[in-house]
């Protein structure tokens, strides 16, 4: 069974950073994709960030390029999102999402092209 698991959100002044993780488990976790989305009150949930495990390929919102970062702990099997610089339009439920890997050297922040979700963790910052 596939089981994604956020955690590291909370609540944070503007400027300041977090760290999300998402722990898997369920799969073979290098031939997945994982990707991180956010949903704030009244707004559509949005792509935030994507890694692909097989070769490492990233992407990244607009809105969030040069303070977020994506990476992996393969031992681990676990994604992480460190977030810098943090504004208060960040504020919002995150989600991890997976999906087995079928494009090379791509992955893609689209909501529809992920079949496994996490719970989500709250992030919250205050100005």
């Known amino acids: 069974e596939v089981q994604l698991v956020e955690s590291g959100g909370g609540l944070v002044q503007v400027g300041g950073s977090l760290r999300l993780s998402c722990a898997t488990s369920g799969f073979t976790f290098d031939d997945w994709v994982i990707a991180w989305f956010r949903q704030a009150p009244g707004k559509e949930r949005e792509g935030v960030s994507c890694f692909s495990v097989s070769d490492g390929t990233t992407n990244y919102a607009d809105s969030v390029k040069g303070r977020f970062t994506i990476s992996s702990d393969n031992a681990k099997s676990t994604v992480y999102l460190q977030m810098n610089n943090l504004k208060p339009e960040d504020t919002a439920i995150y989600y991890c999402?997976?999906?087995?890997?079928?494009?090379?050297?791509?992955?893609?922040?689209?909501?529809?092209?992920?079949?496994?979700w996490g719970q989500g963790t709250q992030v919250t910052v205050s100005s």
């Open positions: 999402a997976a999906e087995l890997d079928a494009v090379a050297a791509y992955c893609g922040i689209v909501d529809g092209e992920y079949g496994y």
